[in-house]
């Protein structure tokens, strides 16, 4: 199965630009590349997907490398309540939705 | 839209004892899973169905666990006997269809603590 790698941890300070990256160097051409997040105390919540072109939404963008061995979530402007920890997941043909241990975003005031 | 509805919030129990966790998904979604999440191991899936049928339980631990799907509106997660290993959080999530476009939509999950 394809795997990701995040890191474990990133701080970004308030109403900066946030780039969490992720690798997934063995994606297959029918991965889609999905990102979560998870507030304390909470459900994952849907960030956004995409499969090769960069995507945009009320809540961030997602830059796919071209060759999609890589992507970034990009928050515009983080704020106290992006604080999260935050997943990149491969969904396959097997419909699998398996969660690594994504990266915790610190945000300062 | 009420969103995924998981109960109890807590659960409390000692060894031994069985455990019954429910959870009521978005009506409409015909994809369920069930998820427990640990600091040592993170978000784990357990098992999935489809049209409540269970497609996938490999992450199921062992043969305490069994997952039952009645109906679409309905799903139960149930650990007999229980262990303090057990102890953990678990999610429900539910999803309209196989399209990638579909994301998870989770409940709030279910804090489990087994003494």
């Known amino acids: 199965d394809a795997k990701t790698t995040q890191p474990n941890s990133m701080e970004s300070n308030e109403e900066e630009p946030v780039h969490l990256p992720c690798n997934h160097s063995t994606i297959s051409g029918t991965d889609y590349i999905h990102w979560y997040r998870q507030l304390p105390s909470q459900g994952p919540e849907y960030v956004i997907h995409?499969?090769?072109s960069n995507v945009n939404n009320r809540m961030a963008s997602l830059a796919i490398a071209e060759d999609r061995k890589s992507s970034t979530l990009i928050l515009h402007r983080a704020t106290l309540r992006d604080a999260a920890v935050y997943y990149c997941?491969?969904?396959?043909?097997?419909?699998?939705?398996?969660f690594g241990a994504g990266t915790r975003l610190t945000v300062k005031p | 839209d009420a969103g995924v509805i998981q109960s109890p919030r807590h659960e409390v129990t000692e060894m031994g004892q069985e455990v019954t966790l429910r959870c009521k998904p978005i009506?409409?979604?015909?994809?369920l899973f069930w998820y427990r999440q640990t600091m040592m191991r993170g978000l784990e899936l357990l098992i999935y169905?489809?049209?409540?049928?269970?497609?996938?339980d490999s992450g199921m631990p062992e043969d305490r666990f069994s997952a039952k799907m009645p109906n679409a509106s309905f799903s139960t997660l149930k650990i007999q006997p229980s262990e303090p290993r057990d102890s953990a959080v678990y999610f429900c999530?539910?999803?309209?269809?196989?399209?990638?476009?579909?994301?998870?939509?989770f409940g709030n999950g279910t804090r489990l603590t087994v003494t």
């Open positions: 009506s409409g979604h015909d994809y």
């Open positions: 997941i491969l969904r396959d043909v097997n419909d699998d939705m398996r």
């Open positions: 999530a539910s999803r309209l269809g196989q399209g990638w476009n579909s994301p998870l939509h």
């Open positions: 169905f489809n049209n409540n049928v269970p497609i996938d």
């Open positions: 995409g499969l090769t």
